[in-house]
């Protein structure tokens, strides 16, 4: 900026210029004062001018600062509640998996204890229809060996007699 230099000519002029004895005055070159004020005149507009554009472009420059950080607020804030959301959806999501490993974990316990049963329930009916059946084959067996001893028994007692009767025949 100008001016400021022009008022620093200003002030040499005065700084250089004669002091009147007695009177606490300075005579100064009229003509010289005249111009250095003009030059300020004239220089003021363009200096007022100047730091009003200064002024213009710094609010622009705190403007966009302003915008920028509202974005970046903005992005922040919902990147943010995208991750709780995510978290809240993970989190939902694991409850329904920890319940349906669960409900199957005790499904399966369930069907397993219920085969079981059946298992049981059928070794012992077939252990049950063995016996029932080795006692019966063990009833026809006896009633067989029954017989065969009757047979064994005729058969001992008719050869006998026949011996007997084959020895006296002799």
Known sequence: MEIFGLIDQLEDLIKTSRRLPLSGKTMVDEE???KIL?????SLPEDVEEAGRILKERDE?????????????????EEFNAKIKESSVTKAAEARSNTI????????????????????????DAHQYSLGELQRLE????????????GL??????????????????
């Not at 705190?62 to 607020?73: G, H, P, S, T």
């Not at 974990?105 to 298992?119: D, G, N």
């Not at 028994?153 to 002799?170: D, N, V």
């Open 32 to 34: 010289q004062f005249r």
């Open 38 to 42: 003009e030059r300020i005149r004239l």
């Open 61 to 77: 420059v705190i403007e966009r600062a302003q915008r920028e950080v509202k974005r970046l607020i903005a992005a922040a804030e």
């Open 101 to 124: 490993i669960s409900q199957a974990q005790r499904e399966a316990e369930a069907l397993q204890a219920k085969a079981e049963e059946q298992a049981s329930e059928r070794i012992q």
């Open 139 to 150: 009833g026809e067996i006896s009633g067989i060996l029954a017989s065969v001893r009757k």
């Open 153 to 170: 028994a005729f058969m001992e007692k008719e050869g006998s007699k026949k011996t007997a009767l084959s020895q006296k025949k002799r």
